[in-house]
């Protein structure tokens, strides 16, 4: 009888660790899911915009300002900042005009698009002077045109979760597995007593 509650205890703490282990497991996988999708989505946000973008800048209306040497009005340019009101599309974006002849225009003189990027179509995640930006382009009469926007909102969306995440690991792990010792120690208590008799009555019955 003495050595049953350590042996209760062992048991519990055990079976306790397996199911927070399992947990963990779990958390995690759904974790990677979670901020998985949250990159996705944002990313797509993004595309969603810069696709908008480029159908503008391509618009007759931006190409014949661009013809005649004048920005529409429409068009705004980003300062080093952030928008300044009434940018098309919202956020903080970047354009670049690269003519047939190779000369690159653009509403950023700070943040030069390097030669592999000037041609491209479709969207893309690039780093650039040291900046994470996703880009997409298309092909004008006059050459081809680039739009560019910071990644920095999803790169901070992405972190503020992991760091959610993370910080609610410890107590839901903690949660489950005190959980379970106390779920472990009421169920087993009542078998290990009821098998202390058993094997009470039949030491009493051998004598």
């Known amino acids: 009888m003495s050595t049953s509650a350590p042996q209760l205890g062992n048991v519990t703490t055990r079976v306790a660790l397996a199911a927070t282990g399992v947990v963990a497991v779990v958390y995690l996988v759904v974790s990677i899911v979670i901020v998985a999708w949250l990159t996705l989505s944002l990313t797509a946000q993004v595309d969603e915009r810069l696709a908008r973008a480029v159908r503008f800048e391509t618009s007759p209306l931006v190409e014949e300002a661009m013809g005649a040497g004048e920005l529409p009005p429409e068009r705004e340019v980003v300062d080093g900042t952030g928008p300044v009101p009434g940018l098309p599309f919202g956020r903080e974006r970047v354009t670049w005009r690269i003519a047939s002849e190779g000369t690159v225009a653009s509403d950023r003189s700070d943040l030069a698009l390097p030669e592999e990027y000037r041609h491209v179509v479709g969207p893309r995640t690039v780093t650039i002077d040291g900046a994470e930006l996703r880009i997409d382009g298309a092909v004008v009469d006059a050459g081809h045109v680039v739009v560019g926007e910071s990644m920095d909102a999803v790169n901070d969306a992405r972190t503020t979760a992991i760091v959610g995440l993370v910080l ?14 106390a779920i472990g120690r009421r169920v087993a208590g009542p ?7 058993q094997l009470a009555f039949t030491a009493d019955a051998s004598h």
């Open 191 to 197: 078998i290990e007593r009821a098998r202390q008799r």
């Open 168 to 181: 609610i690991a410890p107590f839901l792990l903690g949660a489950v597995f005190i959980g379970s010792v």
